[in-house]
């Protein structure tokens, strides 16, 4: 039972859209300067940009064979099901449903609403309330859109994709036109000051990988896609390595016309290049920023709702979580569901602190996901395998999310990571008694409600729907 009674409505290009939609936000536009801070100098963080594309495929690879073995929506949750039972994948679906997906989705929002709302306030940042309530906006139209059709989020996300990758074709335009005319002075000597700090090398990949973070995507809604053992792998392939090569070519457009302390004292490098480069048309950078973080907006609702109804479906979350619309077939109590979370997420002053904290839980999944590969590999030799990697790619992946797990906590100890683990945990408080023992009370308070949302929102379960 799948959220479109069956129809597969996510092709080959939609795929790759979402993947390069998703990964492609405001940071490569914004604040590429923090790799460029760890690193040092422009050699090795031209390298870096690089090698986080390398780290972001191999993972990805290891994704499209789990993917094409355990062909279920919701991301790592059925391959971390699958390998290591319902608790490590109960942990999972409760951390990321609660805070990951919709404080990222709220974070993405809140740029999208500053750099929509700065022309309206020439000389000063745009008033806090402003921001919010535009965000909050944001989220209630991207819900909206993703709990009409999966066609029309599918058509949004293309559209937003293709802005995005023409602004960055303009600026790598822009850059290779500058090199051309010899502006290459900053790419001279330019592993002078390389760092040499193993902590400062790993906060820069730390910094990188978060701008790619987001090419998991595609696993999110694997039951959606339309012949998902060629697709899968197949946009995974075309997308990460399109990301890649425009992140290290828009760096060194922008290390055409920047110093590297130019870069690093920009607010938003993109709208300085702009400036610099584009002008009298240089207002087109914020304008497509606005784009690009709207687009990854609507990627970051249309695979968080499959989570949630992924989890729903397996007795994790409450039972209504799990019901799709009867005549869209859309799983709008699981979007809705993530919609209104995001907005709370919006009222906080800085809720950057709060994903900051909590990526390492992030990284911490990834890796028990890369390990769920290999453990299956001997526990499930049974199950097929369209797509089989070396397992040493597996490997590396456990390997480089140990590191980047231990890495900030180790260079910068603080109490927020044991809070931010205690939160994890405490998930357990719930799932014991409505998870695990299935308590007759829960279920009496939880029938009537159930009854009443499927009322309001025409919803059903999915095998009702066939």
Not at 245 to 266: D, I, K, R
Not at 347 to 360: E, K
Request: hydrophobic share 50%; with cysteine; charged share 10%.
């Amino acid at each position: 039972s799948t959220p479109t009674k069956g129809y597969q409505g996510v092709g080959l290009l939609s795929g790759i859209c979402l993947i390069v939609g998703t990964m492609i936000g405001s940071g490569i536009f914004i604040s590429p300067k923090s790799v460029l801070l760890y690193s040092g100098a422009v050699g090795p963080c031209l390298l870096i940009w690089t090698a986080c594309g390398v780290l972001s495929t191999l993972g990805a690879l290891c994704y499209a064979e789990l993917g094409t073995m355990i062909t279920k929506s919701g991301g790592e949750y059925p391959y971390l099901m699958e390998a290591f039972g319902s608790i490590v994948a109960y942990l999972y679906s409760w951390t990321t449903i609660m805070v990951l997906k919709p404080s990222s989705f709220a974070i993405i929002t809140l740029s999208f609403a500053e750099y929509a709302s700065t022309p309206f306030y020439p000389g000063c940042s745009p008033p806090l309330i402003v921001t919010k309530c535009l965000a909050a906006a944001a989220i209630l139209v991207i819900t909206s859109i993703n709990c009409l059709s999966v066609k029309l989020a599918s058509y949004v996300q293309n559209f937003f994709t293709a802005a995005k990758l023409l602004i960055i074709l303009v600026i790598v335009v822009a850059g290779i036109v500058m090199l051309a005319q010899g502006k290459t002075e900053n790419f001279s000597n330019s592993f002078d000051g390389t760092a040499t700090s193993f902590g400062a090398i790993g906060l820069a990949f730390y910094n990188g990988l978060w701008a790619y973070d987001g090419w998991n995507q595609l696993n999110f809604i694997t039951e959606e896609l339309k012949n998902p053992f060629r697709n899968l792998p197949l946009a995974i392939v075309i997308g990460i390595p399109l990301v890649t090569v425009c992140y290290v070519l828009v760096n060194v457009a922008y290390f055409t016309v920047m110093t590297t302390t130019e870069l690093l004292l920009s607010p938003a490098v993109a709208v300085t290049f702009g400036d610099r480069v584009l002008y009298p048309a240089s207002w087109i950078v914020p304008l497509f920023v606005v784009f690009s973080t709207f687009g990854s907006a609507n990627g970051s609702c249309f695979t968080a709702g499959r989570l949630v109804y992924a989890s729903g479906r397996e007795g994790h979350m409450v039972k209504i979580l799990s019901y799709i619309n009867v005549k869209r077939y859309t799983p709008a109590p699981a979007l809705i569901f993530n919609g209104v979370l995001a907005i709370f997420y919006t009222i906080p002053a800085d809720i950057n602190t709060l994903i900051n904290y909590f990526s390492f839980a992030q990284w911490f999944f990834y890796g028990l996901t890369a390990l769920a590969l290999i453990v299956m590999r001997f526990t499930r030799k049974d199950l097929d395998r369209p797509v089989k990697i070396p397992v040493v790619l597996a490997g590396i992946m456990v390997l480089v999310s140990c590191y980047l797990v231990l890495a900030p906590i180790i260079d910068k100890p603080e109490l927020a990571y044991l809070y931010c683990t205690i939160f994890i945990f405490s998930g357990l408080i719930l799932y014991y008694p409505f998870v695990y023992r299935k308590v007759n009370w829960g279920r009496k308070i939880m029938r009537p409600i159930t009854m009443h949302l499927q009322l309001l929102m025409d919803v059903a379960p999915p095998e009702k729907t066939e």
